[in-house]
Nanobody, 125 residues
Framework: VQLAESGGGLVQPGDSLRLSCAVS????????IGWFRQAPGKEREGVSC???????GYRDAVKGRFTVSSDNAKNTVYLQMNSLKPEDPAVYYC????????????????????WGRGTQVTVSS
């Protein structure tokens, strides 16, 4: 089971980025997939989740700006980030678990078993 994030970079406030999470070793829709981020000096926090039942959830700070999608043929999950703000910079990670989680639990990193190495997102004018 491997996950690999890509798509991070340096953008200006208000810009967009699309992060990718390439999944190998399992079909992404057989697992719950979460996106998390960790800024320097802060705890890792859940950004979005896609539970095994297909429920998609977002933390309040990104609702309306971030959107999760997937491409079954590529076994890849995406995080489209629009209207990026100065508070969004962090290392972004995708993670997977076979657990059946509620939407709320799926935003908690303790439930995830497999993690990618992360991709850096920087927002600066």
């Amino acid at each position: 089971v491997q996950l690999a994030e890509s798509g991070g970079g340096l953008v200006q406030p208000g810009d967009s980025l699309r992060l990718s999470c390439a999944v190998s070793g399992f079909a992404h829709d057989s697992y719950a997939i979460g996106w998390f981020r960790q800024a320097p000096g802060k705890e890792r926090e859940g950004v979005s989740c896609n539970t095994k039942s297909g429920t998609i959830g977002y933390r309040d700070a990104v609702k309306g700006r971030f959107t999760v999608s997937s491409d079954n043929a590529k076994n890849t999950v995406y995080l489209q980030m629009n209207s990026l703000k100065p508070e969004d910079p962090a290392v972004y990670y995708c993670a997977a678990t076979m657990r059946h989680l509620t939407e709320l639990a799926a935003l908690e990193d303790i439930w995830y078993d497999y993690w990618g190495r992360g991709t850096q997102v920087t927002v600066s004018s």
